[in-house]
């Protein structure tokens, strides 16, 4: 049967919501998609790192000019840390994967971070706002 998270997102959807939720920052292994993001009906969404955020990242925290050699080649990875799939019952752990290394965030108290997380991916526009249209299209 289905647990009381699975429920609640199917009914979500019954009535036109679309659930996207953060996978979760278990990773890398495999199987560590968790509540809320394994619900029946949600989206999950992975953590993605990007050179340029990773070697902003890593120059504010190491000196300028250490980014480039922590992340010498361009291109797009899932998030060492991002949780991943499939899921015990066999579904798909991660629906989409956007960037979640290397974002520039503000405290309530005005000051501005840098985190990671995926938590940082799920709202990302608009890259989710097109996926999830189109995942919700390809399967209802």
């Known amino acids: ?6 429920l609640l997102t199917l009914e ?3 009535a036109g919501v679309t659930v996207v939720l ?5 990773g890398p292994a495999a199987l560590t998609v968790g509540s809320p993001a394994s619900g029946a009906g949600a ?17 504010l925290d190491l000196g300028l000019g250490a980014g480039i050699l922590w992340r010498p080649t361009d ?3 899932t998030a060492v840390f991002s949780s991943r799939g499939p899921l015990a019952d066999g579904r798909v ?9 290397g974002n520039f965030g503000q405290f309530a108290n005005g000051d501005f971070h840098v985190g990671d997380g995926t938590s940082f991916s799920a709202p ?7 996926s999830a249209g189109l995942s919700n299209c390809a399967a209802p």
Do not use: C, F, W
């Open 1 to 6: 049967g289905y647990e009381a998270l699975d």
């Open 12 to 14: 979500l959807l019954k």
């Open 22 to 26: 953060s996978a979760g920052n278990d």
């Open 43 to 59: 989206i999950s969404v992975a953590a993605a790192s990007d050179a340029a955020h990773e070697r902003v990242e890593v120059d």
């Open 75 to 77: 291109g797009l990875q």
């Open 93 to 101: 752990g991660v629906h989409i994967t956007a960037p979640g290394v």
């Open 124 to 130: 990302m526009e608009p890259y989710l706002k097109r």
